[in-house]
């Protein structure tokens, strides 16, 4: 049995019983010096869980402003806005490429030619959105 921090008075009216002080300090004294039961300590599963959906989260929108960065850079590469020479935007340029590349090479494998247009980071943004979404509506 864990005791209260303060004595029971026993024998006077309006005060607890044996029994009643028994079934209170069984209850509620693990409460009042910190301690858990294990139906606690499972409730805290569906926390964990959302923690790491909320990880999965963030990796994918950084995931997605990688890709828009990675668009937008190579767009002013090919205008000649930047300097493709310059140590920074080339090795800006280098790790975007590198990051991006590995996801959007096998959507450019099986999209048709469209000329100079390349719609692979749209559609991988698209499916990543999807899969955000699909992962939070069945997972959450």
């Given amino acids: 049995m864990v005791m209260l921090p303060h004595p ?13 002080s028994f079934a209170f300090c069984a209850t509620c004294g693990p409460l009042l010096l910190g301690l858990r039961s294990s139906a606690s300590r499972r409730r805290r599963g569906p926390g ?20 828009i960065a990675q668009a937008v850079l190579s767009w002013l590469l090919a205008f000649g806005v930047v300097n493709r020479y310059n140590r920074v935007v080339a090795s800006a340029n280098d790790f975007l490429w590198r990051i991006t590349e ?3 090479r096998p959507i450019r494998s099986f999209l048709p030619n469209l000329g100079g247009i390349d719609i692979s980071p749209v559609i991988l943004i698209l499916l990543l959105y999807f899969l955000r979404d699909l992962m939070f509506e069945y997972l959450a």
């Fill in 8 to 20: 029971v008075k026993r024998g006077s009216e309006g005060e607890l019983s044996d029994a009643v």
């Fill in 48 to 67: 964990l869980m959302y923690a790491f959906l909320h990880l999965v989260n963030t990796v994918i929108t950084i995931f997605i402003w990688l890709l």
């Fill in 102 to 104: 590995p996801a959007l």
